[in-house]
């Protein structure tokens, strides 16, 4: 039974930075990848980037690119989402999600989720 957890959500001031994990179990390939998604109240849970688990690859939605960064530990199963330079806009409940590959920026397309971390970011 695949199992994700992540935590290392808070609040954090304009600027600030975060680093949020993503606990896998039970995935019994490499050939996963690994996504992150947000979602704002009142909004759609939208892609903010991936990582291929087996080439690590990344992948990332423009509005984070250079500064947030997807890292993992695969001795820990663990992904990392590193996230430098925040906004109020950053605002939201963060997901990780798997699929087996290729690689999707779709949400309807991971088929694991986990139950989410929640990012403030004060003005």
């Known amino acids: 039974q695949v199992q994700l957890v992540e935590s290392g959500g808070a609040l954090v001031q304009t600027g600030g930075s975060l680093r949020l994990s993503c606990a896998a179990s039970g995935l019994t390939s490499s050939s996963y990848t690994m996504g992150w998604f947000r979602q704002a109240p009142g909004k759609e849970r939208k892609f903010v980037g991936a990582?291929?688990?087996?080439?690590?690859?990344?992948y990332y939605e423009d509005s984070v690119k250079g500064r947030f960064t997807i890292s993992r530990d695969n001795a820990k199963n663990t992904v990392y989402l590193q996230m430098n330079s925040l906004k109020p806009e950053d605002t939201a409940v963060y997901y990780c999600?798997?699929?087996?590959?290729?690689?999707?920026?779709?949400?309807?397309?991971?088929?694991?989720w986990g139950q989410g971390t929640q990012v403030t970011v004060s003005s």
């Open positions: 990582s291929s688990w087996g080439s690590g690859r990344t």
């Open positions: 999600a798997a699929r087996l590959l290729p690689y999707s920026n779709e949400r309807d397309r991971y088929d694991y």
